[in-house]
């Protein structure tokens, strides 16, 4: 069965103070690594899709990196409006996708 | 930017309703989910759709589930008698193709059972 474990579920940063969000899966074929955000009341948006170990990703604060065994979600000098869960989630030979809980991002002014 | 969208976004039924979730998806797009995410719980998966058929489904969506896609642009989800436990938010999402493809969501619809 195919598994996706997110920590911390809860991470509280000053505005400008970097950090690391950790994404451990256990997908079976895997297809992608996906990581989306998500705010309150809303669906998950997109932001990355990983397929290889070693591939990195980019986007303004983000980064995002892979292994065999886990992927990583690095927000350098973030800024409130950072603040948001943060979903990981596999695709395997199966083509649905597999869930962490996520992290809920907290950036302070 | 193209984007996925969901109709009602708040739904309240009385338990044992019938309740159609409807969802147009991106007009590109060829393959449609369901997910479902229980308040506080994770996001997961209930049914994959493409070239008009079930393509895979979960433990979750037993028989009181149905989807269907009635026209070139909606794509719907049925829940026949609904329980107190079916109460959370339901996500439609598309993809280009299936494998590997970033699925695009819909802001959900809060499904309420009372």
């Known amino acids: 069965e195919d598994q996706v474990t997110q920590s911390p579920e809860a991470l509280r940063l000053q505005e400008g103070e970097s950090s690391s969000l950790n994404c451990s899966y256990t997908?079976?074929?895997?297809?992608?690594l996906f990581w989306y955000r998500q705010d309150p009341g809303k669906g998950p948006e997109f932001l990355f899709t990983l397929y290889s170990a070693g591939e990195e990703k980019e986007k303004e604060r983000l980064k995002a990196t892979l292994t065999k065994k886990e992927s990583f979600l690095h927000i350098t000098a973030p800024k409130p409006e950072d603040s948001a869960t943060y979903l990981c989630a596999g695709s395997g030979s199966a083509r649905q996708l597999t869930f962490g809980s996520g992290t809920q991002l907290t950036v302070l002014p | 930017e193209p984007e996925v969208t969901q109709t009602p976004s708040h739904q309240v039924t009385q338990m044992g309703q019938e309740v159609i979730l409807r969802c147009v998806p991106i007009?590109?797009?060829?393959?449609f989910y369901w997910y479902r995410q229980i308040l506080g719980q994770k996001v997961e998966f209930l049914v994959s759709?493409?070239?008009?058929?079930?393509?895979?489904k979960s433990e979750i969506f037993d028989d009181q589930f149905s989807v269907e896609r009635p026209d070139g642009s909606n794509f719907t989800l049925k829940i026949r008698s609904t329980k107190l436990e079916d109460s959370a938010m339901y996500f439609c999402?598309?993809?280009?193709?299936?494998?590997?493809?970033?699925?695009?969501f819909g802001d959900g619809t809060r499904l309420s059972i009372l």
């Open positions: 007009s590109n797009h060829l393959y």
């Open positions: 999402a598309s993809s280009v193709t299936g494998e590997g493809q970033p699925q695009h």
């Open positions: 997908v079976s074929g895997l297809r992608g």
């Open positions: 759709f493409y070239n008009n058929e079930i393509s895979e």
